[in-house]
């Protein structure tokens, strides 16, 4: 019975994947409506406060975008990766890097893409090098930021065994850092050289295209929005201020055992999660009473747009895939309990395989983290392979994904003929592989 429940969970997830969008949630929830009406599953918790993190720090991030504030933050970005041309295929990664963190979204970084691709064709460096490994960066920064989902949700399932948001950080940052640049190193000659290209020499054919990528490009001129440097600011000690309840939780009130809610856990702590979601959203109220912030303008930009549709595909395909795992815990256990034991390392595969599908670190963190504390896997090993959540650029469909090929205009940064053999694949993979290597050794020696 288990390998036709799993059966209809990948059905529904590659099904979900290929409709894009809030595909995922949709087809979650039509595998959860068969598991819960034809098998008579017992349906899961939902993923409540995962979706809750995700749509108050989308909302602090669109206020952020509506005020002008990404506008200021990307020009200086544009400042730095215009200094050292040269060095774009180092100082590209970096930056989406840093935006990442700071944002909790991979999404920030389409403003960035284009003005990476630009600056690698004007250096004649092949933009491929620094997009493919750019966006790898962007993805592994999620497993390194204090307000993302997915760092919230390991908390809360690694939290009650001691471990802190800071526990986190400090194993996390650097080893994904240093799995960005271990992905730098097999980008720094990626591919052939530009002017050895035969798909670029025969685009320089074209008068158009030559003249469009000769001519020298224009940063813009047009005035920032009045509030858009108070908007980073108030961000920024919403972010601040998150790090630091999560480093010293104790500045936190305490309102006694009791029952536990959404808010407050059963020994009367507030938990994590809330701290975020109020925090964030006081942020967003800032944002908008103090840099006179159009709360219209909030909901129809970009970044509340792509926070929408991640909070519906998280609420479908985590809601099932919790199902699947509560109703066949113990089978599962029984299979995996002896080879994660002897190698607790080896969990680290199962997250990255499943986040392939599910295309979500926050996701992948929610289904599968809690079956690693039922195997018995120490909280520092689950710190330390918390980056192996960022399986999604397996399958190139993610968006920022298809936003790096499309705004490469010379075609090098590509899907290859055998669907996974594209420009993501080995940065990828050696990312991921230095953050989980790196994060074990960080954790042994941290905590």
Known sequence: MIWLEFIILLAAILIGARMKGIGLGVMGMVGLAIYIFLFRMRPAEPPIDVMLIILSVVTTAAALQAAGGMDYLVRLAEKILRSKPSLIVLFGPLVTYLFAVFAGTAHITYSLLPIIS??????????????????????????????????????????????????????????????????????????????????????????????????????????????????????????????????????????????????????????MAAVIELVMLAATAAIILFCKTDTTAVAKVSLFTAGGQAVVSIFGVVWMSATFMQTNTAIIESSLSNMVRSAPWTFAIALFLLSILLFSQAATTKALMPLGMTLGILPPHMVAMFPAANGDFVLPGYPTLLAAINFDRTGSTHIGKFLVNHSFMIPGLVGVGVSVAVGFLLAGILF
């Open 118 to 271: 630009e600056v690698s064709l004007k250096k004649r460096i092949r933009p491929e090098r620094a997009l493919s490994i750019s966006v790898i960066s962007s993805h592994l920064a999620i497993t390194a930021s204090p307000i993302s989902a997915a760092t919230a949700a390991l908390l809360t399932i690694v939290g009650d065994q001691g471990v802190t948001l800071l526990d986190i950080l400090k194993v996390c940052i650097p080893s994904t850092i240093a799995g960005t640049l271990a992905g730098v190193l097999v980008c720094w000659k990626k591919g052939k050289d530009l002017d050895k290209d035969p798909l670029f020499l025969e685009k320089m054919k074209d008068p158009e295209f030559a003249a469009h990528i000769m001519a020298d490009a224009k940063t813009s001129n047009e005035p920032l929005k009045p509030g858009a440097k108070t908007s980073v600011l108030f961000f920024a000690l919403a972010v601040l201020l998150i790090v630091l309840v999560g480093a010293v939780p104790s500045i936190l009130p305490s309102f006694g055992e009791g029952v536990s809610n959404l808010a407050v856990d059963a020994a009367g702590r507030i938990k």
